[in-house]
């Protein structure tokens, strides 16, 4: 009987380099700048010094490079420590609800060192790894995982880094299919970390990368998985999901590349920010406002989000009063808040912990409310749809409405190429030497063209003195 998993083994093994469109493999060049930066600007954080000391510690073969310190470590490890990194300030890509510029880069760059893979095997990987990930968070309905209190990004993540992996060790497509079954035993974890914002919201980025790579190396050793991992009467749809359509795994393959879709990230916190934020500059700016000249603002957006941004379940402390980076991070009021006064320039640093009670922040968040909206619930998922509505009442009395449904990074608002670059030398300024960035800069931007990945990797642990 042939499977989905088997099917998608069959992509994975056929696709060439050559049959993708150009568009296409340009922008996994500018996916894997962006993930490069923003896991440089994160990488000295506290969770991120856990997993680094955890991977140091352990030792091992010197497979793969971890980014920034320069270890030497198996790729599991690499992968591993590279995706926390990239996840560690919620600044990488997404869509579908999944972090995928979190894993995918990550465990890319890690087999490609430990096998010598090609630029171009780099570049086919990750574009496969955007279309296995981003279909299985569609087919299994993603937002409705959030709805259970699931995280898409720890349930679907690990077959992304499979297919990477897997493509990369040039695996046949039955060892790819075992590999998939062996990557489901990964799959979970919860959204439990917003009630006291802790760090497994990144951790679930960098177990995904690790674990999926680890099924690729196990199913190469003749360990074996069941194949019927998606839509087997106990496997990952009916077990994750009431309302799945596994037929969307497959849709498409070889002609439509999710890539794509992905929306990029202008502001360092959840995506679920994004639009409320650029709906408020917008109204301020249009009718000559101030945060001082506001009594309120109230937010209308999709439900699922209520409790990631404003209230968990009836706990609003943490949202109006963030005890940590990933409080901050995920709250509305706080992101607003920072948003409002830097004029919508909100760097990392705005969620460092001496920033969290600045009674400047605090009390424009305190005028912010929200509510689920049921019409806003009907939009997909995919790309990144996290529309919002805001109403500003001024103290006068005044009241302002205006709807964003496509922030800043979006594909249908999207970066310009000047923009991923300018983001990189923002995030890297303090970590790479300039001639550094730019020779990262045109690494990637040449990738097609290298038979490996050693000078790339070998350029991201160069760091300016004294950083």
Request: with cysteine.
């Amino acid at each position: 009987m042939t499977y989905l998993a088997d099917r998608i083994g069959d992509f994975v093994t056929s696709l060439k380099y050559e049959d993708i469109p150009q568009e296409v493999t340009r922008h996994a060049k500018f996916c894997l700048l962006d993930a490069l930066g923003v896991a440089l600007a994160s990488a000295d954080r506290p969770w991120c010094h856990a997993v680094h000391g955890l991977v140091q510690t352990q030792g091992g073969a010197p497979e793969a490079t971890v980014w920034y310190h320069g270890d030497r470590v198996p790729d599991t490890n690499a992968a591993l420590a590279n995706a926390m990194f990239a996840h560690s300030m919620d600044f990488n890509d997404d869509i579908a609800g999944i972090q995928v510029g979190g894993i995918i880069p990550p465990s890319a760059l890690a087999v490609a060192e430990s096998v010598g893979a090609s630029g171009k095997d780099v570049l086919a990987s990750i574009v496969i790894g955007y279309d296995v990930v981003v279909r299985c968070a569609m087919a299994i309905n993603s937002q409705g995982l959030y709805m259970r209190g699931l995280q898409p990004t720890a349930v679907c993540g690990g077959f992304a880094s499979a297919a990477i992996a897997a493509r990369l060790m040039k695996l046949d497509a039955k060892t790819i299919a075992y590999a998939f079954g062996i990557a489901g035993s990964y799959a979970g974890g919860t959204t439990e970390f917003l009630k006291e914002g802790t760090d497994t919201k990144r951790f679930h980025v960098a177990k995904a990368a690790h674990g999926g790579v680890l099924s690729a190396h196990l199913a190469k050793r003749g360990m074996t998985g069941p194949r019927s991992i998606f839509e087997g009467d106990h496997g990952l749809f009916h077990a994750y999901s009431e309302d799945s359509t596994p037929d969307q795994l497959v849709q498409e393959l070889g002609t439509r590349f999710d890539i794509l879709d992905t929306s990029v990230k202008m502001y360092p916190f959840c995506d679920g920010n994004a639009a409320p934020l650029e709906a408020t500059l917008a109204t301020l700016r249009e009718n000559d406002l101030t945060p001082d000249d506001v009594e309120s603002f109230h937010f209308r957006m999709k439900s699922f989000l209520i409790p990631y941004v404003v209230d968990y379940y009836g706990d609003k402390e943490r949202k109006y009063r963030p005890q940590t980076e990933l409080d901050a991070q995920m709250s509305l009021p706080y992101c607003l808040s920072v948003g409002l006064l830097s004029d919508g320039k909100v760097r990392t640093s705005d969620f460092d912990l001496d920033r969290l009670s600045d009674p400047k922040i605090l009390a424009i968040g305190d005028k912010v409310t929200a509510e689920g909206d049921t019409e806003l619930d009907k939009i997909p998922l995919k790309p990144m749809s996290m529309p919002a509505i805001v109403t500003v009442t001024t103290k006068d009395g005044r009241r302002f409405e205006k709807r964003v449904d496509h922030q800043k990074g979006d594909p249908r608002n999207p970066f310009s190429e000047d923009d991923f670059i300018n983001k990189f030398r923002e995030c890297t300024d303090d970590i790479l030497a300039p001639d550094n960035q730019q020779a990262v800069i045109d690494t990637v931007m040449d990738l097609d063209k290298c038979d490996n990945v050693g000078a790339l990797v070998g350029a991201l642990i160069a760091r300016k003195s004294g950083s």
